[in-house]
């Protein structure tokens, strides 16, 4: 068990529908990642926040928006889902500085389907 | 754009052997360098990490090298055994950030 857990495990929702995935990281964290996992496109890395600013972007689409909160949870909130936007989606979390021994920390993920 | 590049796609190894992944790069901003294990319904995993003044790691049967001439690092996993049967991915981390930004992953089934 990482510490880093997620909500749900598991959504099914339609084309066009917005869904919001929970993510509280491990007790202590700073740092939230998000990341995406597809078959085609593997981990691919959305956005970081530290301590509830946005420190860096990736991929991610316009229509999805992050947010870390005053207690560190973060969500990941998805909108005018695409067939394509189904994926495995995880949160990741990381204490301390920069340097060597700062490990990010995966949860299991949120399995996403839009149908 | 592709940061790292992973291969093989997939390996298939006989207990006992080695298994050999490769990783190469391009940005020579890249201060940290680790090796992430990924088990079928599980997020990925810590495994094993180097940083680019070292030219190899050993933790138990997993061993990173780093050719940093050559922007290439390596993990080798003696003794290979069936619960290493996994999805492993390389990553690099730019200097002064935190963010990962992950290889595509190499599938390795370990036959008994």
């Known amino acids: 068990d990482s510490g880093v857990t997620q909500t749900p495990k598991h959504l099914i929702t339609a084309t066009g529908q917005r869904v919001t995935l929970r993510c509280s990281p491990r007790s202590g964290d700073l740092s939230v990642y998000w990341y995406q996992q597809s078959l085609d496109q593997g981990l691919q890395f959305l956005i970081h926040y530290y301590n509830g600013e946005e420190r860096a972007k990736g991929n991610i689409l316009e229509r999805f928006s992050a947010q870390q909160f005053p207690d560190l949870h973060s969500e990941l909130n998805l909108s005018s889902l695409e067939l394509g936007d189904s994926a495995l989606y995880f949160c990741?979390?990381?204490?301390?500085?920069?340097?060597?021994?700062?490990?990010?920390?995966f949860g299991e993920g949120s399995w996403l389907t839009v149908v | 754009q592709q940061q790292v590049k992973q291969s093989p796609q997939s390996l298939i190894v006989q207990k006992g052997g080695i298994s050999i992944i490769n990783c190469a790069y391009e940005?020579?901003?890249?201060?940290?360098f680790p090796w992430y294990q990924q088990f079928p319904g599980k997020g990925p995993a810590l495994l094993i990490a180097i940083r680019p003044d070292v030219s190899e790691k050993k933790e138990g049967r997993f061993t990173i090298s780093f050719n940093k001439s050559a922007k290439q690092f390596s993990l080798h996993i003696m003794d290979s055994q069936p619960g290493d049967s996994a999805t492993y991915f390389c990553a690099t981390r730019y200097t002064g950030r935190r963010a990962l930004t992950f290889g595509s992953g190499t599938r390795l089934q370990v036959q008994p």
């Open positions: 940005n020579t901003a890249f201060d940290y």
């Open positions: 990741a979390s990381s204490g301390g500085d920069s340097g060597f021994g700062n490990t990010i920390y």
